[in-house]
């Protein structure tokens, strides 16, 4: 079973900077793919990152490509957001996911891809 918590999450200012982190409670947690997501009222979920279990290979969603970028430490079972020049339409309740990946090279964008899911963090952007 694996366990995933959220946290950094909070009110900042227009252009403002978040880190979210996300912990995951696995043995090899280096077996797993990870992604963000986020999911704002009255709209679906959507994809906002994702990288392979190294982290070396990655993708992002258009509407953050640029501003956005996620990181892991497997040493640690973690793996991060790092959010910059966030704006109000970032507002949402932001989601780490797990896989275990199949392919090393593998990053996975739609959620129905991941098994395992956080309880989420509000993020809130003021303008």
């Known amino acids: 079973q694996v366990q995933l918590v959220e946290s950094g999450g909070g009110l900042v200012q227009d252009g403002g900077s978040l880190r979210l982190s996300c912990a995951a409670s696995?043995?090899?947690?280096?077996?797993?793919?990870m992604g963000w997501f986020r999911q704002a009222p009255g709209k679906e979920r959507e994809f906002v990152a994702a990288d392979n279990w190294s982290g070396r290979r990655s993708g992002y969603a258009d509407s953050v490509e640029g501003r956005f970028f996620i990181s892991r430490d497997n040493a640690k079972n973690a793996v991060y957001l790092q959010m910059n020049n966030l704006k109000p339409e970032d507002t949402a309740v932001y989601y780490c996911?797990?896989?275990?990946?199949?392919?090393?090279?593998?990053?996975?964008?739609?959620?129905?891809?991941?098994?395992?899911w956080g309880q989420g963090t509000q993020v809130t952007v003021s303008s």
């Open positions: 996911a797990a896989r275990v990946s199949l392919n090393g090279d593998d990053w996975y964008e739609g959620g129905d891809s991941y098994d395992y």
């Open positions: 696995v043995r090899f947690f280096s077996s797993y793919a």
